[in-house]
């Protein structure tokens, strides 16, 4: 078959360049946008997700409401010209629902939602180029935009995807290891509490491949969290905007 021909790996080195823990070039900008609370554009190899946040605000339609806690809602959505392949009709697929339903997990877990009870939280996610890792990419992004618009969490989440080609275990898949690769695993995590918050599979994979792809989440994850805050410090301390208030 066509997938087995092609090779990923050649003299020990990924085809793209690559070392296996490499990550692609990450560069996270955040309040991009006037009219949302917050904002960011995550920038990482060829993928390019624009996140907004609107919220805490008052739900809609009100019997959705929460007296305990704020509603988080999720909307992950890839642009027609996002990517190399057909999308069909517009509108969401059955892959935008199942990656706005894992976001919003992570933010559930994620949020200080009780701070604001009978609220609703808009997220966002604007997928404008891919290449492989936009979920991850996007929930990166849209925790930079929930930290922009001043909304408290217990961590800054991040993350990246791990995967094996060719029996070789490696870090931040582009689009061409994540569909001919034998395994992919988006993680997302939270390194101040050392929990994983995003964890999903494609392909077969042991025990101590897994352990070991959880080692190489938390390290990538690491450097993206640089980048994050990296992000945060220029908005606030360079460009001297007001942090979005919402206590
Ligand atoms: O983007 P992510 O890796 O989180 O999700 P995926 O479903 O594993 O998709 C891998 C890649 O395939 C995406 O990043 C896109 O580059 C591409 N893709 C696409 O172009 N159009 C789609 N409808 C789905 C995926």
Request: charged share 30%; with cysteine.
């Amino acid at each position: 078959m066509e997938k087995e021909k092609k090779k990923l790996i050649v003299d020990g080195k990924r085809v793209n360049g690559r070392g296996f823990d490499d990550l692609r070039p990450l560069k996270v900008t955040a309040g991009v946008l006037k009219r949302a609370d917050g904002s960011a554009m995550i920038e990482w190899g060829r993928n390019k997700v624009l996140a907004a946040v609107y919220g805490p605000r008052e739900v809609f339609p009100k019997h959705l409401s929460d007296v305990k806690k704020a509603i988080i809602n999720c909307r992950y959505s890839m642009a027609p010209f996002s990517g190399m392949e057909e999308h069909g009709r517009s509108g969401p697929n059955r892959r935008a629902i199942e990656i706005g339903k894992v976001a919003k997990h992570v933010f559930e877990n994620a949020v200080l939602t009780h701070q604001f009870p009978k609220t609703q939280i808009d997220i966002s996610m604007e997928v404008l180029q891919s290449d492989g890792g936009t979920r991850v990419a996007a929930i990166t992004a849209a925790s930079v935009a929930l930290a922009d618009a001043g909304i408290p969490m217990r961590d800054l989440v991040q993350g990246v995807s791990i995967g094996r080609v060719e029996g070789q275990l490696i870090v931040d898949l582009d689009k061409y290891e994540d569909n001919l690769g034998e395994a992919d695993v988006p993680l997302i995590v939270s390194l101040r509490s050392k929990e994983v918050l995003l964890f999903q599979q494609d392909g077969r994979i042991s025990r101590e491949e897994l352990q070991k792809m959880f080692e190489l989440g938390f390290k990538g994850a690491e450097l993206v969290r640089d980048v994050q805050v990296q992000a945060l410090r220029q908005r606030y301390f360079e460009t001297g905007d007001e942090l979005n208030n919402h206590g």
